[in-house]
């Protein structure tokens, strides 16, 4: 028996039990509301990875899931729900399936950032178009 569950957290698979774990801690840290590869967001998503690690279900296993692969994981199933939310959408006379846990967790944070992002003042809006423009002009110029 120890060697089987030896062996069998040596392999790390990505299930809906694990998801669901890595969405409650997203969905407590919010990475999402930070600037996508700043500081702060690179902290929080290290933050998640430790907690993740740090679950009963994971502290036997060998192999660690880090910063880069739960930002990642978390990535990958935030499109993968857009992506049915959009068919499912245009399918009709069609009635959907119930959302599981995880599903509805996506739709809360897919909800958050879409207000976020509509809630930046014009101004900020307007900045960082300008600056990215300014950046644009300079690195085709060189």
Known sequence: MFIFQIFFCSIFRWDDAKD???????RLQEPYLEREGSKEAGVKW????????AHALFKSCA?????RSVRERFNRLLSDFN???????????????????????????????????QNK??????????????????AMKT
């Open 63 to 67: 192999s660690l899931r880090d910063q």
């Open 83 to 117: 992506s049915k939310m959009r068919k499912e959408e245009s399918s009709s006379g069609t009635s959907p399936p119930d959302l599981t846990e995880v599903e509805t967790a996506l739709e809360e944070i897919q909800n958050i950032l879409v207000n976020s992002t």
């Open 121 to 138: 003042p014009q101004e900020v809006q307007v900045s960082e178009r300008a600056k990215a423009t300014q950046m644009r002009d300079k």
């Open 20 to 26: 669901k774990i890595l969405i409650r801690e997203v």
């Open 46 to 53: 290290t933050e998640i990875s430790n907690c993740f690690n």
